[in-house]
């Protein structure tokens, strides 16, 4: 997208743990595009990437809430990382940051308390406990406490964090888990949580385009923009996370069984914490990471939706992809994952 809406790139670095064969595609246009396999825990890595950038945008990190890697892990990589990302921006003169951060720095938080149709100023209690959250929270705060710092030449650091309630869209891991999930139940997924349940939602594409908007306003709105958070939304509807999932699985020939959950919350509270015991049992062995289980059911029963226009007041954000556009492109692209899987 950057290449697409950026008139001002002139280089484009990509610095991933991990590079795929995709970013060659990138390499065809005029705008040089540098791929940089590194490890953002790995400072000197990172102030290397970072030297002579005009803005970074900071959106590596471990999403796991599964259980996959352990709590020092995704506080090395997410809190650490993003440490790292900041002193790199202040030794080498970079003076723009924008960071992907996320709903959860906000919630639901441990009490399970709603936070319905709330904005950037909404009173909430921020508790955490898992360590996901928990290390979004903190690299959120380094963020913005890092905005006013000089950077080498003496310039004050410009940072900015962005929001997003739960991304989906093209790439989305956990759509491509609950797809394959249903194909191995028979075309079947069974609802777990009540439909009344909201979670909000964010198509990638319009995510992406509010990093780019911060990327180039941030240096002309510094005094307002600089050391702020913004809740990344759009026209998606307010559903529960199940049945929003459904407005692409369907078309692809899934059903959600059941109008309402078809076992008791206790029950479900009883298998998600069965599954924790099957993890630590089956470690030794292999990596048993199901969807459901504590936290995941905890979140997915707790209603958490924005409501803001904060992104549009302050750098004139509005969604480039409408409600229709980003359904018709992740059916598109399930379906795409849908031949791959016959
Ligand atoms: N998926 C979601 O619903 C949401 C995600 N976010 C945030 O968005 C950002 C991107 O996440 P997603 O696209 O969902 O996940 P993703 O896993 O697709 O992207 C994360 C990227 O970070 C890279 N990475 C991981 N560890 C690294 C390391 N040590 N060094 C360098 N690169 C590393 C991965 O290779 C990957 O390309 C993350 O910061 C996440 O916390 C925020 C809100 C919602
Ligand atoms: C098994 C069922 C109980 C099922 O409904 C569980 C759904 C569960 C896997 C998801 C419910 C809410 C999701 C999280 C939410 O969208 C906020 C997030 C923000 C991020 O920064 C990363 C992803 C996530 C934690 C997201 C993860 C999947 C859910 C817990």
Redesign the pocket.
């Known amino acids: 997208m950057l290449l697409q809406q950026e008139p001002q790139l002139r280089e484009l670095r990509i610095?991933?743990?991990?590079l795929g064969p995709w970013l060659e595609e990138l390499k065809t246009g005029p705008v040089q595009v540098t791929a940089i396999q590194?490890?953002?825990?790995q400072a000197h890595e990172v102030a290397a990437a970072v030297a002579g950038a005009h803005v970074v945008i900071h959106?590596?990190?471990?999403?796991d809430v599964f259980g996959k890697t352990s709590p020092e892990t995704i506080h090395e990589?997410n809190v650490q990382?993003t440490r790292n990302v900041i002193e790199a921006c202040v030794q080498t003169g970079t003076r723009f940051l924008v960071y992907?951060?996320?709903?959860?720095v906000v919630g639901p938080n441990i009490k399970g308390q709603p936070f319905y149709r709330g904005n950037e100023n909404t009173p909430y209690e921020a508790v955490h406990r898992h360590p996901y959250p928990c290390s979004?929270a903190l690299a959120e705060q380094l963020v913005l406490e890092a905005n006013g710092r000089k950077v080498l030449g003496g310039l004050p650091l410009v940072t900015c964090a962005l929001r997003?309630?739960?991304?989906y869209g093209e790439?989305h891991?956990i759509m491509r888990d609950f797809y394959h999930q249903g194909l191995r139940l028979g075309g079947r997924l069974f609802r777990a949580i009540p439909a009344s349940v909201e979670h909000g939602r964010v198509y990638v594409g319009n995510v992406a385009w509010m990093h780019v908007l911060v990327a180039r306003e941030l240096e002309h709105r510094a005094a307002l923009m600089g050391g702020q958070v913004y809740f990344c939304y759009d026209n998606s509807p307010y559903k529960s996370y199940e049945d929003f999932n459904m407005e692409f699985l369907g078309p692809c020939g899934l059903r959600l069984v059941g109008t309402r959950p078809l076992l008791p919350y206790w029950l479900l509270v009883f298998l998600a914490a069965l599954n924790v015991l099957l993890q630590w049992l089956l470690r030794p062995l292999l990596l048993y990471a199901p969807l459901l289980n504590p936290y995941t059911l905890a979140m997915a029963n707790t209603t958490f939706t924005v409501s803001t226009d904060k992104a549009r007041r302050h750098f004139g954000y509005e969604p480039p992809f409408s409600w229709e556009e980003s359904r018709t492109r992740t059916i598109r692209w399930v379906q795409a994952m849908e031949g791959s899987a016959q």
């Open positions: 610095f991933d743990l991990h590194g490890d953002v825990t959106t590596a990190g471990l999403v990589v990382g992907t951060s996320s709903m959860e979004k997003p309630t739960g991304i790439g891991q």
